[in-house]
């Protein structure tokens, strides 16, 4: 085969997040800005109403970003000192520092071999302290919920939702961020509903959870200004709120493009036995995944990734490299076999909404040439 001239494919653009629709932006920031309207106007309320409708569940608030999220819907549960929540080995430490924050202890536990998760390693780790589960829907897809919210119910523990990384995703027909009491969504820029800076949101059902976290997150004032409780100030800036409110309209579009990306990486690389992939967007009936990520182990992870490099394709290595356990200044006595053994293989491929299919595939190119070496 010949070769073809080398491209240069980044892991992400942020520039093209805001060049690539520049004359929308700057009319909707005009508009926001001539009308003053900066924090918890109506564009905002009009978004959370909107997010709330897509995710099929009856209240949304905006925050200032999901880690806010996280810990604001965990302190609504309540938290006490020395109370225990088990969340995934594999997920950012936002996710466990958020349980540290609202006055809890992590207890993260071991991934299943689809990477999320393992519920037979959360049976096994709660104890007399243990009050919740904080899964995380990672890259995009949901994990096994319905074996997860039976060990809830059956140990009465809470379920928050880590939904950060997977807004649209579904299993069994359900929204990610929906199986529990509530569920935070991130909007940092390069998250699939992505905005321009921080913002998160978060999803509840009950009305009561959702008004003591809409005190919560505005200094302990509900919808009619009363303060009710002692609070902070985690709001989404209502700027924000309109920029995510018009890519809200054209979200499935933007899912759809990542779920081609993710099956044209899943033909091409299929036959390479030095990988094992994430599954893809047709492998089964009951998850339906929008592939924040594409990420997949590999043999060589390190020299696949400089090889890359060299071939002008960014890749990256999640969480930097560790499990949330890993981090030793963080002081957890743990040994977690299959994760730690996930992060000396991972990484992740470019997939995003400005690689073109022509990238995709010469990265495609890139990596079967690199194992027939
Ligand atoms: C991005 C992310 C977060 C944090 O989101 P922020 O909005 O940046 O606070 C938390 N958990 C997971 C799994 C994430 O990917």
Known sequence: MQNRPKLNVP?????????????????LIDDIGCRGAFIMQN??????????????????????????GLEL????????????????????????????????????????????????????????NTVGLLPTQLNGRICKM????????????????????????KYKGKHSGTFGAAGAISFFPAKVLGCLGDGGAIIANDKEIFQKIYQLHDHGRNQDGEVMCWGRNSRLDNLQAAILDS????????????R???????????????????????????????????????????????YLQINGIGTLIQWGGKAVHQWENLNFNLSLPR?????????????????????????????????KK
């Open 247 to 258: 890519r809200l309209k054209t979200y499935q579009k933007t899912i759809d493009r990542r």
């Open 11 to 27: 892991f992400f653009n942020y520039p093209s997040i805001y060049k690539n629709e520049r004359e929308d932006l700057l009319k």
């Open 146 to 169: 319905d074996r997860i919210q039976k060990i809830a119910e059956k140990n009465k523990l809470f379920i928050v939702e880590d939904a950060a990384q997977a807004l649209g995703a």
């Open 43 to 68: 564009d905002l309320i009009e978004f959370e109403r909107n997010l709330a409708k897509y995710c099929g569940s009856n209240y949304a608030v905006g925050v200032g970003n999901a880690t806010d």
């Open 260 to 306: 081609e990306i993710a099956r044209i990486y899943n033909n091409n690389l299929a036959k390479i036995e030095q990988l094992s992939l994430p599954p893809g967007p047709d492998g089964d009936d009951e998850h339906y995944d929008i592939y924040q990520n594409y990420e997949l182990q590999a043999e060589d992870r390190d020299k696949l990734k400089e």
């Open 73 to 128: 819907s965990l302190m609504a549960m309540n938290l006490k000192r020395g109370d225990e929540v088990i969340c995934s080995a594999h997920t950012m430490l936002a996710t466990a520092s958020a349980i540290i924050t609202a006055g809890g202890v992590p207890v993260p536990v071991d991934i299943d071999n689809d990477n999320l998760i393992d519920p037979s390693a959360i049976e096994s780790a709660i104890t007399s």
């Open 339 to 371: 994760v730690e053994n996930f992060f000396k293989h991972c990484i992740m491929l470019p997939l995003n909404m400005s690689i073109t299919n022509d990238e995709v595939h010469y990265v495609c190119e890139k990596i079967n040439d690199f194992y």
